[in-house]
Every structure is written in C-alpha cells, then in structure tokens.
C-alpha cells in the first residue's frame, strides 16, 4: 500500500513538474530585459552572436520546445551568466552548502521549538506559559533581514563571539542558522504546545495518570508523540522552505550557496540558472512533503494511504 502511494504521488507530481517548468519559461521571457543587456553597452553584433549561440534569436516556441526537450533528458542548459558552467553544475556546487545551512537551522528549529512548547503547554496559564509565548511572538514580527544583521552586530561586532559571514567551520555556522532557523522555531513551538495541550485532555492520558504512571514518563513516553503529529505536518514545506528559503540569509552572511546563484541570475537575467533553481525548488519541495507523509503514518498507525477512488 505505501509503494502504491509513493508511486500514485510521483505520478501526480510530473504533471506539477511541467506547469512549474511551462509557467517559469514564459514568465522569465516575458521580464523586460535580457541576458545580454547590461549597463555596458554591448555592439549589436557581439549580443547577435552571443544570442545566436544559446538560441535566443529563434521563435520563442522553438526556444520553449528545445528546452522542455533537454528537460526530459536531465539538461538544464548552460547558464548565461557563468558560460565556462552548466546549471547542473551550479546545483551541484551551491545546493551542498544550501542544504548543510537548512539541516543546521533545522536542528535548531527543533531543539528550540519542542522544548519550548512542552514547558509552556505543561505550565499552561503561568508566568512561565505568558513568557514563553511573548518570546514566540516577538520571533515572529521580525524577519530574518533584520534578525540577520542584528546578530552580526551583537555577537560579531560587539562581542566578538562568531564570525560575521562565510561558511564552513563551525563558528561560521551559528548565526546564520539562527537566523533562518527562528521563525521555524517559533512556529514549532506554537505547533507543540497546542497538541501537547490537546493530547494532556485525552482520557488515555488521564487513566495512565490515574495509575501512578510518573509525571516525566507520562509526558515524554504518552504525551509527546501525540502531541508531536500537528509538527510533523509543518515539517514538509518547512523542510523544502529551509533550504530553498536561505536566499536572503545567504546573501547577508556571503554564503557560497544556491540562493545566491538564484540572487544573482534574476538580476542577470540568467534564464536558465533561473528556471533550473526554480525547479530543483519544486521537486524538493514534492520529495519533502512525500517523506512527511509517509512519516506520518509510522507515527499515527490510524493514518490509511487509500486510493484516490476509496477517499470521499
């Protein structure tokens, strides 16, 4: 049953996969400017054979029908603004680090939020509960291009605790995945406490409390599981949105990533790094929300994976 539902979610995504692919082409054409324009002016011949030789000079059907073509074979093209490389190429280079600094914020997100919903759901309507839950909301009003340089001046320029930009050792590492990974934490933690508080008014947990069952026990053995599933069903586009949601971070902490590349090609006009990042987007996003499905239901034995002909 759950090979079939792999199968039959694939199956829904590839038409997905085409519209992403169809919509990003035309909306990229339909942008003024070009690949070839820029400040500088460059002579009308040079742009002609440069236009020539990446097949911008032909009709856009021909244009659009040569690239869904490479598509289906795995090419995304070459990239416009960096010729010596392919955008397979760029994936390859800065998706690595995209994905080490969202697993990082991840982490944090998790080792943040659970903690921090289960003390305000087990201290509900106390000092403790209020506090926790303003600390949520302040995480919440302010976004990650503010947090960002705000860390830098405290713990950089001020305390002189951690680098202020770049990546790869450790020090590197803590800003900018607390940056990005805050607002995922504050949501968590939202998301723990409100199941946890559901899951402490459910009868089987009042029968294993009436049975001596320890207050430690109780909650982290019956209790967080439970109150787990509501965090499950957020990790799915978080998890995509982690990693494909670090452009701005990427950019203020100089980070050699693929959200830079993505930065970086839309002011270029870079059609292809463009459309090819969009779609690795897309289909992360798709793989993302499958796991958690399937997660789901290893946590939640009632989930059923039915055919679509047996729902409704």
Known sequence: MVVR???????????????????????MRLAPGGPFLSERAIPPEIRANLEAKFGLDQPLWVQYGRYMGNLLRGDLGPSYKYPERTVNQIIAEGFPVSLQLGVAALAFALLVGIPAGVLSA?????????????????????????????????????????PPGLWGSPGQMVLPSVTLGMLYAVYIARLTRAGML?????????????????????????????????????????????????????????????????????????????????????VLLILANLAVDILYKFMDPRVEYQSPELTG
Not at 5 to 27: D, E, M
Not at 150 to 161: C, D, E, G, K, R
Not at 199 to 212: F, P
Request: glycine letters at 8%; hydrophobic letters at 55%.
């Open 5 to 27: 539902f792999i199968l039959r979610r694939l199956a829904i995504s590839i038409p997905v996969i085409f519209l992403v692919a169809t919509t990003t082409f035309f909306i």
């Open 122 to 162: 087990v201290k509900h309507r106390t000092f403790v509960d209020y506090l926790t839950m303003s600390v949520v909301l302040i995480g919440i009003s302010i976004p990650n291009f503010v947090l960002g340089p705000l860390l830098i001046f405290v713990f950089s320029l001020t305390l002189y605790w951690f």
């Open 198 to 282: 559901e899951v402490l008014g459910e009868d089987y947990i009042r029968t294993a409390r009436a049975k001596g069952v320890g207050s430690f026990r109780l909650l982290w053995k019956h209790a967080l599981n439970g109150s787990l599933l509501p965090v499950v069903s957020f990790m799915g586009p978080a998890v995509a949105h982690l990693v494909t949601g670090s452009i701005v971070v990427e950019k203020i902490f100089a980070i050699p990533g693929l959200g830079r590349y993505f930065v970086e090609s839309a002011f270029s006009r870079d059609y292809t790094t463009v459309m090819g990042t969009v779609l690795f987007y897309a």
